[in-house]
């Protein structure tokens, strides 16, 4: 009893804080890493991810949504309102994002093969390959991503973390 009430405790705490934290942005928030934890019980789950920068982050999750996922497992979540809305399993490890040339101001562009894209109801995640083989990852509206398939060659404009546009090559 007394593990069950410590385990409700811990769940209630990630709970408040991934709430607090997801609701501080406008949109989805997306974590790319490994499944490091993962504890259930009926009214939902906790898990844990190891980022690639090696910090871990806590996500709160239905049940259902964790039925074909495991500790091991590399995945990208979309993250809503403080909780999980899709999960994304990746068949292998992907190293971590690398950052465009820092500019003080201005637009930057990045260029690759589109390897996924995570569609979520207004935004989405698109995964792209650069020449060095690493996956940069760059958040784009919906409106933005229409025309474009995996496996294109593409050119995006950032501007403050968000894709401006996209062109396919």
Same mark, same amino acid.
């Given at each position: 009893?007394?593990?069950?009430?410590? =385990?409700?405790?811990? +769940? *209630?705490?990630?709970?408040?804080?991934?709430?607090? +934290?997801?609701?501080?942005? !406008?949109?989805? +928030?997306?974590?790319?890493?490994?499944?490091?934890?993962?504890?259930? !019980?009926?009214?939902?789950?906790?898990?844990? +991810?190891?980022? @690639?920068?090696?910090?871990?982050?806590?996500? #709160?999750?239905?049940?259902? =949504?964790?039925? !074909?996922?495991?500790? $091991?497992?590399?995945?990208?979540?979309?993250?809503?309102? $403080?909780?999980?809305?899709?999960?994304?399993?990746?068949? @292998?490890?992907?190293?971590?994002?690398?950052?465009?040339?820092?500019?003080?101001?201005?637009?930057?562009?990045?260029? *690759?093969?589109?390897?996924?894209?995570?569609?979520?109801?207004?935004?989405?995640?698109? #995964?792209?390959? =650069? #020449?060095?083989?690493?996956?940069?990852?760059?958040? @784009?509206?919906? !409106?933005?991503?229409?025309?474009?398939?995996?496996?294109?060659?593409?050119?995006?404009?950032?501007?403050?973390?968000?894709?401006?546009?996209?062109?396919?090559?």
């Amino acid at each position: 009893m007394r593990r069950i009430l410590t =385990l409700a405790f811990i +769940l *209630g705490v990630f709970i408040s804080f991934n709430s607090a +934290l997801a609701q501080s942005g !406008d949109g989805p +928030l997306w974590v790319s890493g490994e499944v490091a934890s993962i504890f259930e !019980d009926q009214d939902g789950a906790i898990f844990s +991810l190891k980022l @690639a920068s090696g910090e871990n982050y806590n996500i #709160s999750v239905t049940n259902e =949504l964790l039925e !074909d996922i495991k500790v $091991g497992d590399y995945v990208t979540v979309e993250i809503s309102k $403080g909780w999980a809305e899709l999960i994304e399993k990746g068949d @292998a490890k992907t190293g971590a994002t690398p950052k465009p040339e820092k500019k003080k101001t201005g637009p930057q562009w990045v260029a *690759g093969e589109l390897v996924a894209i995570n569609e979520g109801q207004e935004d989405s995640l698109l #995964s792209i390959k =650069l #020449s060095n083989d690493k996956i940069f990852n760059v958040s @784009a509206s919906n !409106d933005k991503i229409s025309g474009i398939d995996i496996g294109d060659y593409i050119t995006v404009k950032i501007l403050k973390g968000w894709a401006q546009s996209i062109t396919k090559k």
